[in-house]
């Protein structure tokens, strides 16, 4: 089986949310209504707001490493507790609605009479709770802690008041040079700030207006991306020293390394309005694939060289990408020669 059999079966390339719709990338609030499909040269993505996929159980096992190691990934501000059980509660939903064969959500059968009364069942992780809206008693663990273990998305929940967004809670542990640790209390425009070109173009002043606008019921997305060396999903600040000597090493490697290590790192971002609480759920769900399997999709191979190649120094820089990005460029057009 070729290289390109194997892209057009494996359900990281199928799935995968390729990110430039055009020959150049620019910071934006790229926006668009969640739930439909994207199509895309090797499948389709985007269907469902929390994606499951073959990577659901290596990922969770992951997540479960790192908060035990760094159990700060976590953390939910007094005043968000009911937003973390209105995140618990919407999940679920989507989750049943969108995989009903391994999911459901349904009122507690021996509780009929107590509106607050749920049943979980995540039939992949052998999971049946009963539990009461509300009522931390009735579950094994803090309600945004018990939602982030069954779910591959990272979460951080957005408090509204002053006129501003604050990042008041969340389950971070797949970072990509951020720490949630440190950001957490935190302005949505403080956050941001460090991203060059954002104030200056308005884009984080729009984001900013988008979001207090969201209704519930109408979630939105967006995608975000860099590249990653290695199939490392948590490339968190705090793990700076483990991860940062690979832009380095990564310039020294031949060629097929090369193409083996570095990956197109993609984030799909959901924005959700929770219905109870009124806070914000951003969801981040990150997507890893490597250049040689990117490279046998040809009109994937074609745009992301021209994009690498176009970006900005200071964008490139601020990704993390400058020692190596135009090797990168370079690499997947070779590819395309030697196809």
Partial sequence: MTALDTAATDPLVTGFPFPFPEDRYRYSTNVEPAGGAVLTPAGQWGTAVVDIDVEYAAELAERREILARDPGRHAVLP????????????LMQEMALAYPDQMALSRDPEQTGDARAWRWE?????????????????LPDEPLAYI?????????????????LWGDAGVVTFAADWSFGFDVGM???EIHGPVPRLRELGVITRAHEFLKRL????????????????????????LYPEWGPDREMIQRVDDETFGRLVHLRVEVQHLIRLPESGAICFLIRTYLLPLDQLATVEPWRVRAATVIAELPEDMADYKGIIKYRDRAAAWLLAAGRQA
């Fill in 187 to 189: 302005s949505f425009l």
């Fill in 148 to 164: 982030a273990s069954q779910v591959q998305e990272d979460i951080v929940l957005l408090d509204q008041r002053n006129d501003a």
């Fill in 122 to 138: 995540n039939r992949l992780l052998g999971v049946v709770q009963d539990f009461r809206y509300g009522d931390d008693a009735t």
């Fill in 215 to 238: 209704q519930p019921h109408q979630p939105y997305r967006r995608t975000n991306w860099t590249l990653t060396i290695g199939r490392r999903l948590d490339v968190s600040t705090e």
């Fill in 79 to 90: 005043h968000m507790r009911g937003a973390a059980w209105d995140t618990l509660l919407t």
